[in-house]
């Protein structure tokens, strides 16, 4: 049977804010060592950034970029990561179990910010983990002081005359997962944020600052956590972190395409928490959420690898998290995307983790090519397309059976007008062996034409784009998509990701 919904203007979920299309690049891995930054590489610039990567983080269209961590924030010394390279020290970082060389710090993630371009705004992580307010103070003022002190000095003196200018700030990472260096129970971690935060603010009024939140709902703190971090932190904070991450558990394929539902019961339940204690500290303030880890991610595979390596062995930039996408996951991530999209009026930023080659939309090869994965498509076309008001769809869509969710719509959909009046519907069909009919009733859009119909879909939902076959995934025209007497027709394919552009 056929998924309906309705578009009008007069219903409208709120504004994207362009921080929703933002990534993430921690020193994990290779996503900076051999990712964005390759001294030697044929296609490196004089300041040792990849042109080619460069290239493609720019057609994603990322905005806001966390750093430096993660899990490695909790162990960070800013201080190591700036002045003269060949000066800097050599660390354990015990989050990856990895040797930092701190080749690449503070001044090149603000180069690399900047070669990307006007888009990309920093997001930056302090270290709540082994360290607190005076060390995050000192990175604030070294970061964004414009003179006359010590540190804003130190920085002009290392070559940035000009400050940062940071504004986005996290209080430290995932602070209530056990496995974090310096973990703390909430009522630890709500003082510590508080009084950063105060003290942050003391230094410049208008940073913005997000507390952490869970790492993920099914953290057996979760709600607890939040409450009693916000009690803390409610006037002080702009934003509460949410982290997700999702893979096929048992070989559940079905429960897997319905990840979304989990992440909008997410966001719903946090922004329910985040009320609460404002209702209770009878504030009119509403706190932001800062969906700041969210992916596909293969964790058992981690796990396998954590528990094999040698525990005397600390490798610098080893290969890990590299997991190579499907055409499947590409539709669990898209429908992630319309999580989120659907969410635009409490979520305002977002952070895709990660940007290259750990759980990345783009892989590189060390001396070699840089590549897309299915999840870049559904990514920078979102991003590309998805600006402007969301407009509140409420499908009524033909369900399936998940183990995990019980019956699901297997219609995931959500659309945004632009400013010029334009409509871009993204939409998911979960169904794996089936095309979906669907039919949307436009009202007074003034909308006449298609102007184009994407779709990533593969008779192989197994196919994947690797070094080998690079090109191997990428999205297609559909056909036979129309726009009569104000009713948009559609067939969606079996298992796909489809953005519907309107005139
Ligand atoms: O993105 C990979 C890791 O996932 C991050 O370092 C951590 O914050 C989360 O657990």
């Known amino acids: 049977s056929t998924a309906r919904f309705t578009l009008d203007p007069a219903f409208t979920v709120g504004e994207v804010d362009p921080r929703l299309f933002g990534s993430f690049v921690e020193h994990l891995g290779r996503c900076v060592y051999t990712g964005i930054f390759e001294p030697g590489h044929p296609a490196a610039d004089a300041a040792g950034l990849r042109t080619d990567v460069l290239g493609l983080v720019r057609e994603l269209g990322v905005t806001a970029l966390r750093y430096p961590g993660g899990n490695f924030v909790s162990g960070y010394r ?18 990856w179990h990895s040797t930092e060389t701190n080749r690449f710090g503070l001044a090149e993630y603000i180069a690399f910010l900047r070669a990307v371009g006007p888009q990309a705004e920093p997001m930056m992580a302090v270290n709540l983990g082994t360290r607190g307010v005076a060390e995050a103070l000192e990175l604030q003022e070294y ?7 010590a540190l804003a000095d130190l920085r002009a003196a290392h070559g940035d005359k000009d400050p940062y200018g940071i504004r986005l700030w996290c209080l430290g990472n995932e602070m209530d997962g056990p496995w974090q260096t310096g973990h703390k129970t909430a009522a630890e971690y709500g003082r510590l944020a508080a009084e950063t935060a105060r003290a942050m603010r003391q ?4 940073v913005e600052l997000v507390a952490c939140g869970s790492s993920s709902q099914a ?14 932190t409610y006037d002080l904070v702009d934003y ?8 096929p ?11 979304a539902v989990d992440m909008e019961s997410f966001i719903d339940n946090v922004v329910a928490t985040c009320d609460h204690v404002g209702a209770r500290l009878k504030s009119k303030k509403r706190i932001k959420l800062s969906f700041d880890e969210w992916n596909v991610w293969y964790t058992s595979r981690w796990e396998a690898h954590a528990q094999a390596h040698d525990p005397a062995d600390w490798p610098e930039a080893p290969r890990l998290l590299e997991d190579n996408y499907s055409v499947l996951d590409a539709v669990v991530f898209g429908s992630l995307l319309i999580a989120l999209l659907r969410h635009a009026d409490r979520v305002t930023v977002a952070c895709l983790a990660q940007l290259v080659n750990v759980i990345a939309p783009i892989m590189t090869e060390p001396g070699g ?9 559904p990514f920078a076309q979102a991003s590309r397309h998805g600006r402007g008001q969301v407009l509140d769809v409420r499908v009524d869509s033909p369900t399936y059976d998940t183990r995990r969710f019980g019956p699901t719509d297997l219609l995931h959909a959500t659309a945004v007008r632009a400013d010029d009046g334009t409509v871009t519907v993204f939409a998911v069909n979960r169904d794996r062996a089936d095309a979906l009919p669907l039919e949307v009733a436009l009202t007074g859009l003034g909308l006449t034409t298609v102007v184009e119909h994407s779709v990533l879909a593969d008779a192989d939902p197994d196919a994947r784009n690797t070094l080998a076959d690079p090109e191997r995934v990428a999205p297609h025209p559909a056909e036979g998509t129309t726009l009569t007497d104000g009713v948009l027709g559609a067939v969606l394919e079996p298992l796909s990701w489809n953005v519907i552009r309107l005139a």
């Open 78 to 95: 800013w201080e190591d990561s700036v002045g003269p390279a060949e000066d800097r020290p050599r660390r354990l970082d015990l989050a």
């Open 143 to 149: 970061a964004n002081h414009p003179a006359g002190t």
């Open 203 to 206: 230094l410049d009024p208008d």
């Open 219 to 232: 953290m057996p703190t979760f709600a607890s956590w939040e409450a009693t971090v916000l009690e803390e």
């Open 240 to 247: 509460i972190s949410l982290h997700a991450y999702y893979e």
């Open 249 to 259: 558990e048992d070989g559940d394929l079905d429960s897997f395409l319905a990840s």
């Open 369 to 377: 090519p840089a590549w897309r994965q299915t999840t870049f498509f």
